[in-house]
């Protein structure tokens, strides 16, 4: 099978690169390597990626409607995983026209590369902001979701959207996919988790918004990787799907047991053998006070089953970071 994974760089697809490589698919990974966050990072996951037989990596900006084409023009692929996006809450607030350019128009330049060359099945990443402001938990694809809170979820949510038409008009199998709190190894420098441990080795304070009066359905990396390649898997016979041999299908992807900030710094605190000083803030613009994922789609149509303990997960994270940062103990991190 001939995979593409855009955002190949990134967190989550270099964790499905990783899986798809291991079990034989031929794998073509683009990413631009932007400066959101140390692109140091991004470049150290494809060059894993690279060392491996099977995969090929492009740098490709993906607003860019020509390189878009030539993408597709030259390689037949059966199913595009689309992940790249512009991630983050709080920066939307700062450059929104990030988020315009990579999850508004590079999404359609990518539903517009499959429409024009042979409709692989496109499954894509969507995320729980596009829950907002909703009260009622746990959140369900069935839900509202017309009330986003911050830029990035009204693109997120937009994307679903225009998937919904694309699927429609041009009889396209499309799966969006709603992350919920995604954390692990090779995570992103700006999640609370990565924030709290780095702070934390260095001897800073963390910040904790909403006085901790938070809750994230935490989900690992593993975990989500099983669901993203369960919904590619299923959609190569597109029987799944109750309107035929096309549609738009949703689900969330996330852990099924929403757990306080405060339990996260626990365990951050007994896996690094050390102590945060809290900084108690207030809530910050965008942010929402829990997120829930109502998984029973997800299990009854692609068997997703999370397994992943946030103890488990936490320890795994604090491993990998303290070993690709070569740190030993908090006192002996530059």
Known sequence: MKCLVTGAAGFIGYHLCEHLLGRGEEVLGVDNLNAYYNPTLKQDRADRLSAQSGFEFRRVELSNRPEVGELFDTSDFDVVF?????????????????????NLVAFVNILEGCRHHGNPHLVYASSSSVYGSNKKVPFSVGDPVDNPVSLYAATKRANELTASTYAQLYSMAITGLRFFTVYGPWGRPDMAIYKFVDAMVRGEP???????????????????????????DASLDRAF????????????????????????????EVSLGTKAERRMLPMQPGDVLETYADIDLSVRELGFEPKTSLEEGVWNFVAWYCSYHGVTSPSQHA
């Open 82 to 102: 689309h992940l790249a996006a512009q991630p983050g809450v709080r920066y939307s607030l700062k450059n929104p026209h990030a988020y315009v350019d990579s």
């Open 206 to 232: 963390i910040n904790v918004f909403n006085h901790g009066q938070m809750r994230r359905d935490f989900t690992y990396i593993d975990d989500i990787i099983d669901g993203v390649v369960r919904a590619g």
């Open 241 to 268: 799907v109750p309107e035929g041999p096309a549609g738009h299908r949703l689900y969330n992807l996330g852990n099924n047991h929403p757990s306080p900030i405060t339990d996260l710094i626990d365990l951050i």
